[in-house]
């Protein structure tokens, strides 16, 4: 069973630093690429981060360009986005999710259960 | 960056009626699309992608059509179960985007 299991989040003040863990069994990590997405309180789903199968290739949404980093651990099949000078604008559920993707397309076909990252002094 | 753009925000329906969502890409993405159904306190879930096909498990009620700018989402006859936040997202180009959402309520 395809299990994606996050951790880390919790209460940090602006400009503080919070790094998000997401945990993945059931399937063969490394071969898939790996996604964050966050969503704010009442609100949509922002796409936030994305990374390569072998870490080589990574893309992020403009609004977190230089201060999230995402990155990956194949040996421990484990997935991380480094937060940096967060603000209150970055609070939100951040899930993980696998990347799916076929000749037909691409979806994030498992999703973690979310963790909260609240921004606030 | 490409905006997509759901419509209707809301959606009123009967249960056992057919519902119809409409999601509009800025530009092109091709057939680079996915649907997400998300519940109250649950994490999204992935109905269609390359915008008409169904990933695995998902009822035959649920149908995606649709490529370039126009896609469609259709719950044939809506259940109980469907009512819910239905999101698009297009994969054609960084970043990857999602539209604002269309939210299913009972009639």
């Known amino acids: 069973e395809v299990q994606l299991v996050e951790s880390g989040g919790g209460l940090v003040q602006p400009g503080g630093s919070l790094r998000l863990s997401c945990a993945a069994s059931g399937f063969t990590f490394s071969s898939y690429w790996m996604s964050w997405v966050r969503q704010a309180p009442g609100k949509g789903l922002e796409w936030v981060a994305n990374?390569?199968?072998?870490?080589?290739?990574?893309y992020y949404v403009d609004s977190v360009k230089g201060r999230f980093t995402i990155s990956r651990d194949n040996a421990q099949n484990s997935l991380y986005l480094q937060m940096n000078s967060l603000r209150a604008g970055d609070t939100a559920v951040y899930y993980c999710a696998r990347v799916y993707s076929s000749t037909s397309g691409k979806g994030l076909d498992y999703w973690g259960q979310g963790t909260l990252v609240t921004v606030s002094s | 960056e490409i905006v997509m753009t759901q419509s209707p925000a809301t959606l009123s329906v009967s249960p056992g009626e057919r519902a119809t969502l409409s999601c509009r890409a800025s530009q092109s993405v091709s057939s680079n699309l996915a649907w997400y159904q998300q519940k109250p306190g649950q994490a999204p879930r992935l109905l269609i992608y390359?915008?008409?096909t169904r990933a695995t498990g998902i009822p035959a009620r649920f149908s995606g059509s649709g490529s370039g700018t126009e896609f469609t989402l259709t719950i044939s006859s809506l259940q109980s179960e469907d009512f819910a936040v239905y999101y698009c997202?297009?994969?054609?180009?960084?970043?990857?985007?999602f539209g604002q959402g269309t939210k299913v309520e009972i009639k």
């Open positions: 390359g915008a008409s």
């Open positions: 997202q297009q994969f054609n180009n960084w970043p990857w985007t």
């Open positions: 990374i390569k199968q072998d870490g080589g290739e990574k």
